[in-house]
């Protein structure tokens, strides 16, 4: 027997769970369809190593509007990391060592040399498309950008696994755009967006907020729950999931990531600006490794390169007896995170003296639900896809952080998107809004 509702949402990431509770609170009847056993997507609160840990998405901050106003609205609290009393980066070969804001001042020139132009390609983060030309700007990667600087060793080592850290990709592949929005994002400052990006995060994990606003959907939200097929005419459409059963829905909203949309079995099929980035791929194919250490140690930061395994290390957890470091490379095929002597050894770039203890993460390139970390556009998919990609297809709705305007990526990019597809879905559902709109 067929199911009937007005919506049905496929994933319950942010986006997904956002763009239900909107139209639950609407009044229209939701089913949220997760093919994982959790909520969250790519965020995902787990406990490992004696500790609370992020192995997806992460950090927020108050520059961000959406996830902000969310933090504010369920009264949840925010935390950071502890602050590093030293820092390791390389010239080469050679290891340096000073304190964090001996580095920044080495990036700086670099940084402030990359960006200056930001504020005229995206004078608006909202409007990421909106500036002549910007669909030039487009074409250039990152690493072609930073080579133009002619940057001494030191400063192009740095500047280098500061933006793997930032784009967990080989540069070559990120577009230079990328820089751009997300510094427009924090109105052309670097030294904020280096802030916004990596500092800040909630004290009870990203599950606090995906539990909060799922509690606050009223949605029908099942887990284990593959989409199997989608068929979708003039008027409505049929979801095939699980073990073979079926749902008809006025409309639908996926929040898949852009890696594997061309994937789902959709008939009538997809367009080409919504398939081709799908099939391309995001440039970000990095690791994200949490790593024990026997203890005490002085919090620090370390910088690589991105051709080593880790490009980035970080001190996230500190007591007595232990520490727990989060780190960062470019690509995922470098490093089993699991492997405790691997792990050793690319510590072992800056420092010999850190016995690692335990090691986990979650290999998110390898995921079926997911093949891709966060966002980060290859050179020309910004401008020539993301108009697409927004767009519904009949009673086909789209939201993901991938499809943001201002903080694509990130779980505020996840919310902006979610926010965005439960209006027009609400908008496009004529008797809906009749029987919704208040009387005089």
């Not at 997904?16 to 089913?31: F, N, Y």
Request: glycine share 8%.
């Amino acid at each position: 027997m067929t199911e009937t509702t007005d919506v049905v949402v496929v994933g319950a990431g942010f986006a997904g769970l956002v763009t239900a509770r909107e139209l639950t609170r609407q009044g229209l009847d939701v089913v949220v369809l997760e093919a994982r056993d959790r909520i969250g997507g790519r965020t995902w609160t787990d406990h490992r190593l004696g500790r609370d840990l992020e192995m997806g998405g992460t950090w927020l901050h108050w520059t961000q509007p959406h996830s902000w106003a969310e933090v504010t609205r369920y009264g949840l609290e925010v935390t950071r990391g502890p602050r590093s009393e030293e820092t390791y980066w390389l010239a080469g070969s050679h290891v340096r060592r000073g304190n964090l804001e001996d580095f920044m001042q080495l990036i700086d020139p670099g940084m402030t040399r990359l960006l200056e132009d930001t504020m005229k390609w995206i004078p608006r983060p909202d409007r990421p498309l909106a500036a002549p030309g910007i669909e030039d700007v487009d074409q250039f990667n990152l690493q072609e950008k930073l080579d133009q600087l002619d940057l001494s060793e030191d400063e192009r080592n740095a500047n280098e696994a500061a933006w793997v850290g930032h784009f967990n990709a080989p540069l070559d592949r990120c577009a230079y755009a990328n820089a751009l929005r997300w510094t427009a994002a924090t109105a052309g400052s670097w030294h904020l967006m280096h802030e916004a990006s990596a500092i800040f995060r909630l004290t009870g994990g990203t599950r606090s907020l995906a539990d909060a606003i799922a509690r606050d959907s009223g949605a029908d939200i099942r887990l284990g729950s593959a989409v199997a097929s989608i068929e979708h005419d003039g008027g409505s459409a049929l979801v095939t999931y699980g073990a073979g059963r079926t749902i008809s829905a006025s409309r639908v909203v996926l929040t898949v990531p852009q890696n594997i949309l061309h994937q789902l079995d959709i008939t009538p099929g997809l367009s080409e600006g919504k398939l081709r980035p799908s099939i391309e791929k995001t440039a970000s194919r990095g690791v994200k490794a949490w790593i024990r250490v026997r203890g005490p140690i002085k919090p620090f930061f370390a910088y690589s390169s991105q051709h080593h395994p880790l490009a980035v290390v970080r001190t996230e957890f500190v007591s007595e007896t232990d520490a727990v470091l989060v780190a960062f490379g470019a690509d995922a095929t470098r490093l089993d995170v699991n492997d405790v002597q691997a792990v050793r050894s690319a510590l072992q770039v800056w420092r010999n003296d850190l016995e690692v203890l335990e090691c986990t993460g979650h290999d998110w390139m390898a995921d079926p639900y997911s093949q891709e970390t966060w966002l980060i556009q290859q050179p020309g998919q910004l401008t020539r896809y993301l108009a697409a990609q927004q767009e519904n297809a009949g009673v086909l709705h789209f939201a993901s952080s991938d499809y943001a305007n201002i903080w694509a990526g990130f779980i505020d990019g996840a919310i902006e998107s979610g926010l965005r597809a439960a209006r027009n879905v609400r908008a496009s559902i004529p008797a809906a809004t009749a029987e919704l709109a208040p009387t005089t």
